[in-house]
């Protein structure tokens, strides 16, 4: 790659961006928003075949670790505790309005919406696990580029 090209052009764009440009970024309040309102969307995608699968994992991933990118800087602490209270909000929500949606072996049909949600979520342990761990990793690194 040449420093001609166009795509080294924007790479030295990028690295010029000043420090100033993060005033662009959301607000906490509307970071939660987004948030919510992208992982409702994924859910309803993954619930076009009634169960809810691997899409509704990955998207949770991708919601939490692009909220924490986005975020300004005074609302790292709110994306830093938003993986789990975003996962079992939506767990909560699909536990009491499509019940059967969520589908763990093993659990009794009579299971209430509570358990259901306790089930759901232990049964979404990995990707809370590895949503968590990245927004705090993007959090981690911008703390740090922001002291230097």
Known sequence: MTMSSPAAG?????????AAASRYDLTPRATVV???LTLAAVTG?????GRLGPAFAVGFVLVVLT????VQERGLFTVGVLPPV????????LASTVPDAIVIEG???ATGVFGLTLNATIAH????????????????????????
């Open 107 to 109: 659990l009794p049909e």
């Open 67 to 70: 909220a924490a990118a986005a």
């Open 34 to 36: 987004c948030a919510v």
């Open 86 to 93: 975003l996962l079992v909000g939506a767990l909560l929500l």
């Open 45 to 49: 995608l993954d619930l076009i075949d």
């Open 10 to 18: 924007a790479v030295m764009a990028l690295a010029r961006t000043p």
């Open 125 to 148: 342990g990995v990707p809370l696990l590895i949503g968590h761990a990245l927004a705090i990793a993007v959090i981690v690194a911008r703390i740090l580029s922001a002291r230097r």
